[in-house]
Nanobody
Framework: QLQLVESGGGLVQFGGSLRLSCAAI????????IGWFRQAPGKEREGVSCTSSSGDSTNYADSVKGRFTISKDNRRNTVYLEMNNLKPEDTAIYYCAARRTTVQPMCVTQWYDYWGQGTQVTVSS
C-alpha cells in the first residue's frame, strides 16, 4: 500500500509563492504517475497538474498554466508543485495522488489509486 505525504502548505499573500512536496513513505515513486488536486470549501476536488512516472509528460489546468510547475525527482522520491503568483482563488486543500503506470497521465480524480491527506494553502488578498 503506497502512502503519500504532502507538505509545504501555508498562508501566503496575493502574488506570493509556495512549493508543495509529495513524498512516499517506505516506497519509491519511480513507477507512479502523480497528480496534484485541490478542493476548496463547498467545491468538488479538481485536478491542478499531473506528471508521468518519468516526469517527462505534464498537464496543467487552464487556471494554473504559467503559474504552477510540477516536477518529479525520482532520486529524492518526491514530486513538487511550485506555485507562483498565487491568487485568493487558489485557496484550497491540496492533495497528491498516485497511480502505478507508465502511460500518459490524466488529471482526474478517478484515475488515481492512492491519495495523501492533503495540505492547506491559503492565499490572502
Amino acid at each position: 500500500q503506497l502512502q503519500l505525504v504532502e507538505s509545504g502548505g501555508g498562508l501566503v499573500q496575493f502574488g506570493g509563492s509556495l512549493r508543495l512536496s509529495c513524498a512516499a513513505i517506505r516506497s519509491t515513486l519511480d513507477d507512479y504517475a502523480i497528480g496534484w488536486f485541490r478542493q476548496a470549501p463547498g467545491k468538488e476536488r479538481e485536478g491542478v497538474s499531473c506528471t508521468s512516472s518519468s516526469g517527462d509528460s505534464t498537464n496543467y489546468a487552464d487556471s494554473v498554466k504559467g503559474r504552477f510547475t510540477i516536477s518529479k525527482d525520482n532520486r529524492r522520491n518526491t514530486v513538487y508543485l511550485e506555485m507562483n503568483n498565487l491568487k485568493p482563488e487558489d485557496t484550497a486543500i491540496y492533495y497528491c495522488a498516485a497511480r502505478r503506470t507508465t502511460v500518459q497521465p490524466m488529471c482526474v480524480t478517478q484515475w488515481y489509486d492512492y491519495w495523501g491527506q492533503g495540505t492547506q494553502v491559503t492565499v490572502s488578498s
